[in-house]
């Protein structure tokens, strides 16, 4: 649980964390690293929390992360596996939900109750919704009933907002990173192919068509040993010169 600070108005703050988020939009941070950071301000800004972090739930499945303790991981697993719970609730109804004693809570009993025996008594899941996509949920735990007040409750639906903008950037950006990382791969094997073409065309006084068929039939047919296949015979080209 944070320590102990001066109470602010909210958009004071808020102000504050999205300061800290925007450095991440600017650095080449990963989408587990963003989640991690926001688990972590979670548990630092909300008063009364003993453990955060996110569920992301898409056509993967469901999932955890950013988690700052043990705890959280194991409850969070139990939701997924017992199909309950209050994480799931907030993904599915797109609004933020609190339980102020789990102890006595009635909607989730086998979650709860083992909740309860992790030693978590409150909770507050808010929805990470962008435009019409929800990408999960961002949840707080106390370790005693009635941790979370009203302002909190706020503050929280705030902060899974703005976190639901930095995970659909960072998500973004890491995909146009793999892509072209593909693509230079992509471009990279075409040259090889086409230089090796190159090499049979001059070697054996063949035509285009007549040296990629030398290069199938070396191959088998597959494109990982075309490209295998590629190499060696450009390889040999430079052998040669030396």
Known sequence: MRQDVPSLPLADELSVVFARMSGLLLSEETVATA?????SLALEVVPGADGAGVSIVDDAGRRSSGSTDPRVERADALQYQLDEGPCLAAVADRTLVRADDLGADSRWPGWASAAVGLGLRSSMSA???????????????????????AHDASLLVLFAAQAALLVTHVTTREAARRASAELRRAVTSRDVVNTAKGVLMARHGVGE??????????????????????????????????
Do not use: C, N
Request: hydrophobic share 40%.
């Open 35 to 39: 989640l991690g950071l926001i688990g």
């Open 209 to 242: 068509e007549t040296a990629l068929a030398m290069l199938l039939s070396r191959s088998g047919g597959e494109s990982g040993s075309l490209r295998q296949a590629a190499r060696s015979v450009v390889d040999s080209a430079v052998r040669r010169r030396r």
């Open 127 to 149: 929805p990470m919704v962008t435009g019409d996509r929800t990408l999960g949920a961002l949840k707080v735990y106390g370790h005693r009933p009635g941790a979370f007040t």
